[in-house]
């Protein structure tokens, strides 16, 4: 017997040893390529909202589909081994579990444009352009350290949590369905002229597959956020905490990313939100929070800090579940 866990815990240590290595083939860059192919030939001419829909549904309904077609080859094959089959399937199944995680590399990547910004604020916002979608060109200091925070905490429940949770509700196939449908989000996503017709349904799409994720990312957040902190005032009460939270996660154009930007600035005592640019056109997003203050570096390791502690919890939930 291989306990059920082999696959997860195999494959979140890798993520934890090597992040996203940039020169491996990654099936998150397939995605991307397919998207952006379909898009060019798809997004133009009359019904546009239509074709998008089709493309999103069928996109994920296909990617869950292949995986499962692929891994039941994978488990037949190695099934038949007379030793170790079953730990090579667990093996190459943490493979792709380590694929559709991305916490290490997030954290990498903020803890990178806080020491840009230590640098010069150009260098900060070259940095922090690898990590958003917004214009960066005119961001202040604060600007570029808010953005980088707001995406660790809504990156969070992207990468991490949202992928376990599809991982343990349907296994790898809804996982990798899952990050075909960020994917699109993320690509075609956008109230832009260009963007809201044909990406309108990849937007929905996802953000029904982020509606439990993102509000039990916040949860997780809450709790890992809990005890003394070293050289700072003592965490809000978790009570407090989900209170706040309650009462600002719907203060966001996305009906899901507020909730762990609301935990991180709860935590953090910040303000998140306000007018940015998206490909030249200014949107304005409700404020969460209510201290306007700058943020600094130290905020930058609580904050990584309490991400690495709510990872630990998800997957210590995970472990447990595959053992009941």
Known sequence: ???????????????????????????????????????????KGRHRRAKGAGFALLSACATFLL????????????AGWPRGGLYVYCALEGIMVFYCLCGTTLIREVRHVFQAADRSLEEGRRQVSRIVGRD??????????????????ENLSDGVVAPLFWYYLLGLPGMLAYKMTNTMDSMIGYRTERFEAFGWAAARLDDAANYIPARLTALLMAL????????????????????????????????????????LAGILDCRFGGAHDYFGQSMAKPYIGDHDRPLRTEDMRLAVSVNQRAEILMVAAGAALSFL
């Not at 995986?67 to 190695?78: E, K, P, S």
């Not at 961001?139 to 707001?150: F, G, N, Q, Y």
């Not at 978790?238 to 996305?254: N, P, Q, T, V, W």
Request: net charge positive.
């Open 67 to 78: 995986a499962r077609g692929i891994l039941a080859l994978l488990w037949l094959g190695c």
């Open 1 to 43: 017997m291989v306990p059920n866990c082999l696959p997860l815990l195999f494959g979140w240590c890798l993520d934890k040893c090597l992040g996203d290595p940039p020169r491996l083939p990654h099936p998150i860059v397939a995605f991307g390529r397919w998207t952006s192919f379909f898009e060019r030939h798809a997004n």
């Open 224 to 263: 890992a956020a809990q005890g003394p902190r070293r050289g700072r005032k003592p965490s809000r009460g978790l009570k407090e905490e989900l209170r706040f939270i309650l009462r600002y996660g719907h203060c966001h154009a996305s009906p899901n990313s507020g909730y762990p930007e609301a935990a």
């Open 136 to 153: 960066t060109a005119r961001l202040s200091d604060k600007e570029v350290r808010t953005a980088a925070l707001e995406t660790l905490a």
